[in-house]
């Protein structure tokens, strides 16, 4: 690859981190202000939030053995399968579920689990390059990644306090759908 190619190779990966930390940012870092909004105590956020950063141990290893297993499913493949079942799951929530406080509350667990199991796809993702001798530069991917994390929090900080706290919902699936396009075009 030539080093335009991969100047090219890494911002693309690094737009791909920046969506992904946004969204993870603006879904995640507001989970106790939507769910008080939505009228959970306190102990029930953290059972939710608990369970979404649990079910990643079972769910993980799957998905990791079929992605190394299979000759058809790279880790883009299942990255791209996650941030859909991520993008549907929140459109769900935001559409549909309405006060029903289990069907929230089992939507939030999906979309946690699933945020919390794209991160190896894209480090695998970009162990393959590595590994077939492409300098992708996984840092500066990674530190932008953080960067918009930041800036996605101060944001949707500003809209959530003055607006409903739901706003979330959106602003995740336009992360989200500019992630699933960008890693289509990868």
Known sequence: MSKRDVKG????????????????AIIWGF????????????SQIGVISSISLLLPIAVQPPLAALTDRSAHITSRHMLM???????????????????????????FIVIGTVITVIPPFLNA?????????TALNYGMGRGVGSFFYGVSV???????????PRLVMPLFLVCFTAMLLIVYLF
Do not use: K, P
């Not at 890494?10 to 946004?22: D, E, G, K, L, P």
């Not at 799951?89 to 289990?102: E, K, P, R, S």
């Open 9 to 24: 190779l890494n911002v693309h990966y690094a737009a791909i981190h920046s969506t992904f930390w946004a969204g993870y």
């Open 154 to 164: 101060l944001f949707a900080g500003f809209l959530v306090q003055r607006h409903d």
């Open 125 to 133: 993702m970009a162990m393959e390059f590595v590994l077939s001798g």
């Open 81 to 107: 399968l996650l941030t859909t079942a991520g993008l549907l799951t929140c459109l769900v929530l935001w559409l549909f579920a309405g006060d029903q406080l289990l069907v929230v509350a089992g939507l």
């Open 31 to 42: 989970l106790s202000v939507v769910l008080l909004h939505y009228g959970f105590s306190n």
